[in-house]
């Protein structure tokens, strides 16, 4: 199967491009953004060597499928979804942070807790706790983001008191967090699934601040099977999970976190389908559709720059 991990379209209206560790986001006109989910797949702050079929599609039609779920309660910068890999929307001036909200001690806030860490960007944790455990209610954990490297754990009252953004909107993006990650929640637990933690990224335009690119993808979210929860968290056993995570273990189980002199193992076609798979798998299960997968044969990216093209024409008409 073929995977597209790099465009260089040549867009009506192309101000400049921006590669990403997953997208390639060109701006339009300085007023509209093309977002191309290619098939890159990131861990540890690193682009893992090979693609994964189909994982532009999934993550493309995931977030705008909730782009389009939570636009009742919180303005979005969705425009149109030209190619199943390509949403189009309105550029914003994207705020230095990322909302980060956890609903449950699992991930690097499990691993930072059990090394004796009682307080996670400025929010004290309780005693006691156990992985996968839920907290009594969501806790909100924004990072720094970076250009490049690691994004940065940073308290609210750091991120105001350093002017990264200022108290109003810091207060705006606090609220349509929470408000953002109850709608996934319930949609979650409609389909059998808990959305445990999630990411959101915000920006302003005509000084309104509003939510912009992904949303509830495996990329930015953890999901665990609702089924078997309990149990599993009873026993102490791990939880049946849909995200990025099980990569992310993989990559530990084979020595590889981006540590000095740690060396990227390799990434089999046969790994490769099977990470596919598994975001094959979330999408179904999430947005209760069966996925449809577009021929990943011939162009691709040609593909794409000519749905492209068309919608950006038909709309200056």
């Given at each position: 199967m073929k995977a597209l991990t790099r465009t260089d379209l040549n867009l009506p209206g192309q101000v400049s491009v921006y590669h990403g560790k997953v997208r390639d986001v060109y701006n339009i006109n300085d007023d509209l953004m093309v977002m191309v989910?290619?098939?890159?797949?990131?861990?540890?702050?690193?682009?893992?060597?090979?693609?994964?079929?189909?994982?532009?599609?999934?993550?493309?039609?995931?977030?705008?499928?909730?782009?389009?779920?939570?636009?009742?309660?919180?303005?979005?910068?969705k425009l149109a979804t030209p190619d199943p890999m390509v949403t189009v929307g309105l550029k914003a001036e994207g705020f230095r942070v990322e909302m980060i909200i956890?609903?449950?001690?699992?991930?690097?806030?499990?691993?930072?807790?059990?090394?004796?860490c009682r307080e996670l960007c400025g929010v004290k944790l309780p005693d006691g706790m156990r992985e996968n455990e839920r907290f009594p209610e969501p806790i909100i954990t924004p990072t720094t983001?970076?250009?490049?490297?690691?994004?940065?754990?940073?308290?609210?009252?750091?991120?105001i008191a350093q002017g990264i953004v200022s108290r109003e909107d810091y207060e705006v993006m606090e609220q349509y967090t929470r408000a953002l990650f109850q709608r996934g929640t319930e949609?979650?637990?409609?389909?059998?699934?808990?959305?445990?933690?999630?990411?959101?990224?915000?920006?302003?335009?005509?000084?309104?601040?509003?939510?912009?690119?992904?949303?509830?993808?495996p990329d930015s979210s953890r999901y665990f099977y609702a089924d078997g929860y309990e149990e599993k968290f009873a026993k102490g056993e791990a939880q049946k999970q849909l995200s990025k995570e099980f990569v992310r273990q993989w990559?530990?189980?084979?020595?590889?976190?981006?540590?000095?002199?740690?060396?990227?193992?390799?990434?089999?076609?046969?790994?490769?389908?099977?990470?596919s798979d598994r975001y094959i798998e979330l999408y179904e299960h999430i947005v209760g559709e069966k996925f449809v997968p577009v021929p990943e044969e011939g162009d691709i990216e040609a593909r794409i720059c000519k749905n492209v093209t068309e919608w950006l024409t038909s709309r200056k008409k």
């Open positions: 989910a290619t098939d890159r797949i990131s861990a540890f702050d690193v682009i893992l060597p090979k693609g994964i079929p189909f994982k532009g599609q999934v993550l493309n039609q995931i977030a705008a499928n909730f782009l389009d779920a939570t636009s009742d309660i919180v303005p979005n910068w956890r609903g449950y001690l699992t991930g690097s806030a499990w691993r930072e807790y059990k090394n004796g983001k970076a250009e490049e490297g690691h994004d940065e754990n940073i308290s609210k009252e750091e991120i949609i979650a637990a409609k389909k059998g699934l808990i959305l445990v933690d999630t990411k959101y990224e915000f920006g302003k335009r005509d000084g309104k601040v509003i939510l912009i690119d992904e949303i509830h993808t990559l530990i189980e084979h020595n590889f976190m981006n540590r000095p002199g740690d060396v990227m193992p390799e990434i089999t076609d046969e790994y490769a389908q099977s990470v």
